[in-house]
Nanobody, 114 residues
Framework: QVQLVESGGGLVKAGGSLRLSCAAS????????LSWLRQVPGKEREFVAW????????NYADSVKGRFTISRDNAKNTIYLQMNSLKPEDTAVYYC???????WGQGTQVTVSS
């Protein structure tokens, strides 16, 4: 079964950190560019970051640049999103995705309290 499964979300105070994981099964992540996106209820899904299959190129939304880091471990078939200096406006459901295959995980909730 081809799927992406996110984990690592939770409740954290402003200024804190979380690391999200996205484990893939049924496919090899090194063959794809993977993305993290987030969504707040009532708003459109928003791009956060992506990383190429080789891991050599990354890209970030301006709102998270310098605070979030996307990485991958191809041996574990997993990508990560290290989130530091979290702000209340980072509160959202975070999804990992392979957009070229329209493949999405179920999402993980991140809540940042002020």
């Amino acid at each position: 079964q081809v799927q992406l499964v996110e984990s690592g979300g939770g409740l954290v105070k402003a200024g804190g950190s979380l690391r999200l994981s996205c484990a893939a099964s049924g496919l090899t992540v090194s063959s794809y560019t993977l993305s993290w996106l987030r969504q707040v209820p009532g708003k459109e899904r928003e791009f956060v970051a992506w990383i190429t299959g080789s891991g050599g190129i990354t890209n970030y939304a301006d709102s998270v640049k310098g605070r979030f880091t996307i990485s991958r471990d191809n041996a574990k078939n997993t990508i990560y999103l290290q989130m530091n200096s979290l702000k209340p406006e980072d509160t959202a459901v975070y999804y990992c995705a392979i957009r070229s295959r329209n493949l999405w995980g179920q999402g993980t909730q991140v809540t940042v309290s002020s």
